[in-house]
């Protein structure tokens, strides 16, 4: 059954209606939204009038506004060309070619939506790809300096496993003639359920400046059902991506001109907890499980390589992970749960996915931390890494905490509108700098 164009807004009026009467009815009366039980009959009956039902599809229903951001040092094309009322036909299947102007290559196409974090960017690294139009988006293109790229050999997608629905992959920023070098593994925020590896592209070039890392930005599952997997991810899983991308990348080091030996984990936010975790938690790698047991929370890589068993994988990287720079991170606390929604899931649980309550004593394990927040940040407290850093102390751990004035969250994100890029270029760059070498005096011999 189709509804018309005077059916489907008042389809849109009973949803408004309806959800006044509910509010109504627990008693949370706001007079501005006055209950108006007559009217919301008036509404039922009107809605589910035969005659307001139309065997035709509404047009306005079936196509969908599309805007062409502009584009600075390129342009692209749309093929089939947008049409002059701005919007497509439901699942149009349009083409984007994209080209660089003289000095500049391409950065990304892209579409994005509305999202979480405001617009949501759905990226493509070749220079031709394709959107399916099947809701309002905006097409558009973003081109970088050449000379921002010139020293790197850059492969995307990698996929290292495939737990779920999403293929799990990271992107590997190789110097030019590397070989041998220290691996920077870098992953990425987003409330542990929005965006990918793209989103760290821009720290990765700087911490590659010079020639002295391979940069790796990994990817993972996103928890609950944003994936769209049957069943909720949990935040362990997560963390057991991780240790799976790191196990892949120590696999074919070489081919990336990298040391499996000499690895170090950063990220920003979600990832910022997530590398404190993977860098801090090295000792809980193993196949019993997370809470089958009392007391046991382990954790087995979602990719374990060709004859190699997780003893045997935990004990390399018990060597060869071995610092952390966690920016903007989440150390402890009520947004750091281990499977939210298991009755079973306990605080024991919560706190085994939690980094404050996972330090090694130094004599038994060193793993040096650089930890950043910016003083405008709304979500990351002072008092949050503080905490993170003065139990660090209390272990004899080595960690330095810096305090970005002026700078807010996720300040090492890189996306293709300008004001993002612009925020990294006022704080990424210099910050990038100062992680690389403290990444220098860990990882270089």
């Known amino acids: 059954m189709k509804f018309g164009a005077a059916g489907l807004r008042l389809l849109r009026e009973l949803s408004i209606e309806t959800r006044r009467f509910a509010l109504n009815l627990r008693g949370n009366l706001n007079p501005a939204y006055p209950m108006n039980a007559s009217r919301l009959g008036l509404v039922l009956l009107s809605v589910f009038s035969p005659a307001l039902l139309s065997a035709a599809p509404d047009a306005a229903a079936a196509t969908f506004a599309v805007t062409l951001d502009p584009a600075l040092h390129g342009s692209f094309t749309v093929n089939p060309a947008l049409p002059a009322d701005g919007r497509y036909p439901a699942n149009t299947v ?19 939506v ?7 960017y759905h990226e493509s690294m070749t220079p031709e790809f394709r959107v399916t139009i099947d809701q309002d988006k905006h097409i558009g293109a973003s081109f970088i300096e050449a000379a921002a790229v010139a020293h790197l050999d850059v492969r995307h997608n990698i996929v290292y496993a495939q737990p779920g629905v999403k293929p799990l992959k990271y992107d590997v ?30 720290l990765a070039r700087e911490l590659t400046r010079g020639g002295k890392f391979v940069a790796v930005s990994i990817d993972y599952r996103w928890t609950g059902k ?39 984990v950063t990220g920003d936010s979600a990832g910022g907890h997530l590398s404190a975790a993977v860098s801090l938690m ?19 890589p979602t990719y374990l390589p060709k004859n190699q068993t997780v003893a045997q ?27 939210e929604g298991n009755p079973a899931a306990d605080e024991n649980w919560n706190r085994a996915v939690q980094p404050l309550y996972a330090i090694p004593e130094a004599a038994v394990r060193t793993v040096p931390q650089y930890l950043t927040r910016g003083t405008k940040d709304g979500l990351i407290t002072d008092a949050m890494c503080a905490e993170f850093m003065t139990a660090l102390v209390a272990k004899g751990q080595r960690v330095q905490y810096v305090q970005i004035g002026g700078a807010g969250h996720a300040f090492f994100d890189w996306k293709p509108d300008a004001a993002t890029k612009a925020v990294f270029n006022q704080y990424g760059v210099y910050y990038a700098a100062e992680m690389k070498a403290f990444f220098e005096s860990v990882l270089q011999p």
């Not at 991506?241 to 080091?253: K, L, Q, V």
């Not at 047991?293 to 954790?299: A, D, H, K, L, R």
């Open 94 to 112: 349009v083409t984007v070619s994209t080209r660089p102007d003289a000095g500049y290559v391409l950065d990304s196409g892209y579409y994005s």
């Open 114 to 120: 509305p999202g979480r974090w405001g617009a949501m």
């Open 173 to 202: 920023f190789s110097p030019k003639g590397a070989r041998g070098l220290p691996i920077i593994v870098i992953i990425h925020g987003g409330g542990w359920s929005t965006n990918d590896e793209d989103v760290m592209r821009g």
């Open 226 to 264: 944003a994936d769209g997997d049957a069943r909720a991810t949990p935040m362990t899983a997560l963390i057991e991506d991780c240790y799976g991308a790191i196990a892949h990348i120590m696999e074919h080091a070489a081919e990336y001109g990298g040391d499996p030996t000499r690895i170090g």
């Open 282 to 300: 090295v000792e809980r790698i193993g196949d019993r499980g997370f809470g089958r047991e009392p007391g046991v929370f382990e954790f087995k």
């Open 313 to 339: 994988v935990k004990a390399a990287m018990l060597t060869s992970i071995r610092a952390a720079a966690p920016s903007y991170g989440v150390f402890a606390g009520a947004w750091l749960k281990a499977d």
